[in-house]
């Protein structure tokens, strides 16, 4: 039950993700003005965002996940 959980939970966040990184290179434009000190396109804080994103997510669904199956 745990590990189907966690496959459905982080199954959302590759998809969330697949649209996001597409959708976070086209609007760059848009919040360029507001970035200092990176491009709006910098691969590493996009990669970073996108591995924190994934962690959080697997945690949040960990935790609910471990107390539903531990009597």
């Known amino acids: 039950m ?6 459905e ?9 697949a649209v996001g990184v597409p959708a976070t290179l086209a609007l760059s434009r848009l ?5 200092f000190g ?6 590493l804080t996009i990669s970073l965002a996108c591995v924190l ?12 996940a471990r107390r539903a199956w531990i009597p």
């Open 31 to 35: 919040v360029s003005t507001l970035l």
């Open 38 to 43: 990176i491009s709006p396109t910098d691969p």
């Open 53 to 64: 994103m994934a962690a959080v997510a697997a945690l949040a669904a960990f935790i609910p």
């Open 9 to 17: 939970s982080l199954l959302l966040v590759v998809l969330g993700i």
């Open 2 to 7: 745990l590990g189907m959980v966690l496959k």
